[in-house]
Each structure stands twice: as structure tokens, then as C-alpha cells.
């Protein structure tokens, strides 16, 4: 195929889907990479370093798009605003692999559905061991977690690390990490090579032993959390009252730490407040949270995306978008993610195939022949059931051998 790589069009995004390092990974497949120029700039990686991989660099988006396949950080969905100008430059059939945020913007699914496209969600990636490498979520989220210890550090007063100096003791700071996935998992291991005395909770008890495991504590709640995981691997919505009674439990040790970093997130849902103002106002002068769920609305009722906000000597910072803040890494990892992916949609002579018994294909294949074809997506509100006559899934292009 002839794959193309487009400049970044949302705010702020400063990634880009391939790094040179990815292309002659591509072109060993038989492949050719076509890259719009510039694209790869603001992620430290120049147009020469393309060319010297193998890649050819376009002057126009519209020469990009005319590739068999177009690969984006965020696609149309999760780039709703600039990235509608792309419609136009697609054509039936084109493959495209990126995020597009179909859980949370169904409409968008179905008009990206409209131009017939071959769409491969990445945020839909099933959580299973071999489809690890091609994550794009969990690459991203280690990024995530990593920074926002960093800016907690750089917000607060005091320094993580107990020091001994002749001016006295330093006391470590108390931090608490609240969910444990990749990105909390992530925070937990930074704040603890900063030295940082670090304590964490997660609604699936699973996870105590991977905490424990990096030299946190994990926070025990009297609480019944059977069903607090899908078979996903993912955090499910477990009701108002429940969240109501997890605040209750949380609050004390909140005023206890002087970081709080919040990961708490469920695809496609608003996320879950786990610190209200009362609790903020309750946390002493100097302490910092960053709420990893700003996007989705924040764990902390004050939480504004995308700004910092300051009450009672409280430092609340919503970041939306950390990887893009650290692109080279996030880019080098996000382009591992894909050029792994393709290798799982191509043969070994590098033709496109699908296999729809396949859990990798099926799962992350969002749109195909004119339809949102991937199920989950389909369920939710502003889209209607597939016609019964119609296949879930269209037959596939060449069957894997």
C-alpha cells in the first residue's frame, strides 16, 4: 500500500502518527510512506529525516490523502472541529487508522461511515496479550501518568524527596495516586523515584499486588466492588451511590497527601467526581492536584480543562492532553503502536486483508461499506441497529492464511 501521514490539525497536537524510525519497518513490507511536509516537526522529527528512512515528503494534505492508506493521531471524532475538512478528501474504501473517539462521539462515527471508509479504531484495541504492542491507549497513557507527576512537582512547594542536609531533615511529600492503570501505575513509579512517600486506590482490588509492587500502599475501602471490571480489562460505571460512599472514604486520606493525581476514567462516559469542592477546601495550603480526566469532564468538581485553578491555596491543574507535550516519546511509541497494527492487517506481501474471526480486525474495525461496523459503538444513542438482512461484519477482503 501507499500509506499516507497528514500534519496534525487538532490544537495543541504536536505528535504525528510515523517517526522516520517506523518507515523502514513499512517499506521492508513493501510499503511506501508518503509524509505532508512539516508534519513531524513540532515532534522533533524533520522532513530530511523522512526522506533519509525512505519516505517521500508531499507539499499538499491533498496529496496525502490520496494514499490507500492514511494514518493520524487523531481522526475525525477525536478531532471534530479541523479535522472535518478531511472528509472531503477522503474516497470509498480508503483505509484509515487513527483515533477517532467513537465511544464518546457516535455521530461522528457515522458520518466518517458516510464517506466510505475502511476506519480502524486504535481506542478499541481489545485488551489481550498479544494485542498489547499495538495499544495505543495504555503507549499514551504511560506518558501521561509520567508527566503529571512532573507538573505536581514543578506546582507544589515543598520537594518530593526526604533529604538529610545540614539545615535540618526534609520530610518526603505524601502522594496519592487514584486509579491504577497504566497511567496510575506510571505516576505511582514516578512519584516514587522522585522519593515521594505514595499511597493508591483502585475500584478493582486486582490491582492491590501491581501497587504494592512499585512501593506504594494501596488504600483499603470497605466496599463490595464484585462487577467493578469488564472483561475488557476496564473500569465499569458502578452508580451514584457507590461514588457517593468511595468520596465519603476518600476524604481523609486526600487531606492527608499533599499531590493528588486522579486517572479515574470509563470509555465513552463522563468521569466519575471523586473529589468534590468540600474535600479541596479540606486539603492543606501547597497541595496540588492534577486531574488526569480533565477531557471528560475531571474526578474533582473544580477541575476546568485545560486551565489551573486555585482555591483555598489548592493548585488544581486539568490537563487534556499530556502526550503532546512530551511528542518525540509519545510520537515513537504511538508510531510502534501502528506499524505493528498493519503488519497485523497485511499479508506477508504486504496486501490489505481482513479476517473477520479475528479479535484484533473485528474490534478496532469502526466503519466499513458505508456503515459503523463495530458493535459496541453501534449500541450506543444516535446510531441505529444494523439492517438483520446485513452482516454485523462485511465478508472479508482476503481471508488471513
Do not use: W
Not at 165 to 170: K, P
Request: charged share 20%; with cysteine.
Amino acid at each position: 500500500m501507499k500509506i499516507g501521514v497528514p500534519t496534525e490539525t487538532f490544537p495543541g497536537e504536536r505528535r504525528v502518527a510515523l517517526t522516520p524510525d517506523s518507515i523502514p519497518a513499512l517499506t521492508k513490507l513493501k510499503h511506501s510512506v508518503v509524509v505532508q511536509a512539516g508534519a513531524g516537526t513540532q515532534a522533533g522529527c524533520p522532513d530530511q529525516a523522512y526522506q533519509v528512512k525512505g519516505a517521500t515528503i508531499a507539499s499538499s494534505r491533498g496529496e496525502v490523502f490520496q494514499a490507500d492508506a492514511v494514518l493520524m493521531v487523531r481522526g475525525f471524532g477525536a478531532n471534530p472541529k479541523a479535522g472535518r475538512s478531511d472528509l472531503e478528501l477522503m474516497r470509498r474504501d480508503q483505509v484509515l487508522v487513527g483515533m477517532f473517539d467513537p465511544l464518546s462521539a457516535p455521530p461522528h462515527a457515522k458520518t466518517l461511515a458516510e464517506r466510505g471508509v475502511i476506519a480502524f479504531s486504535m481506542e478499541l484495541m481489545p485488551r489481550i496479550t498479544r494485542a498489547q504492542s499495538m495499544d495505543v491507549l495504555s503507549s499514551q497513557a504511560t506518558i501521561s501518568g509520567y508527566k503529571a507527576v512532573l507538573l505536581a512537582a514543578t506546582h507544589a512547594p515543598r520537594m518530593f524527596p526526604m533529604m538529610m542536609t545540614a539545615a535540618g531533615t526534609i520530610t518526603a511529600a505524601q502522594a496519592f495516586v487514584i486509579g491504577a492503570g497504566v497511567a496510575g501505575l506510571q505516576a505511582i513509579a514516578t512519584s516514587r523515584r522522585l522519593g515521594a512517600v505514595v499511597r493508591a486506590y483502585d475500584v478493582r482490588p486486582a490491582v492491590k499486588e501491581q501497587i504494592a509492587s512499585l512501593g506504594a500502599k494501596f488504600v483499603e475501602m470497605p466496599l463490595e466492588t464484585k462487577g467493578a471490571e469488564d472483561k475488557g480489562g476496564y473500569a465499569k460505571e458502578m452508580g451514584e451511590d457507590f461514588v457517593r460512599r468511595q468520596r465519603e472514604l476518600m476524604t481523609r486520606v486526600v487531606a492527608e497527601c499533599h499531590v493528588v493525581i486522579t486517572t479515574a476514567l470509563i470509555p465513552g462516559k463522563k468521569a466519575p467526581v471523586l473529589i468534590t469542592a468540600d474535600m479541596v477546601r479540606g486539603m492543606m495550603p501547597g497541595s496540588v492536584i492534577v486531574d488526569l480526566a480533565a477531557e471528560r469532564g475531571g474526578n474533582c468538581e473544580l477541575t476546568k480543562a485545560d486551565e489551573t485553578v486555585c482555591v483555598n491555596g489548592v493548585t488544581i491543574l486539568g490537563p487534556s492532553n499530556l502526550p503532546a507535550t512530551v511528542p518525540f516519546h509519545a510520537s515513537q511509541m504511538y508510531a510502534r503502536n501502528l506499524t505493528t497494527f498493519l503488519r497485523e492487517i497485511c499479508n506477508k506481501e504486504g496486501a490489505f486483508t481482513l479476517d473477520p474471526n479475528n479479535e484484533v480486525h473485528r474490534d478496532t474495525l469502526l466503519t466499513r461499506g458505508g456503515e459503523v461496523v463495530q458493535a459496541r459503538v453501534r449500541e450506543l444513542p444516535g446510531l441505529n441497529p444494523l439492517p438483520s438482512e446485513a452482516p454485523a461484519s462485511p465478508p472479508p477482503v482476503q481471508e488471513n492464511s
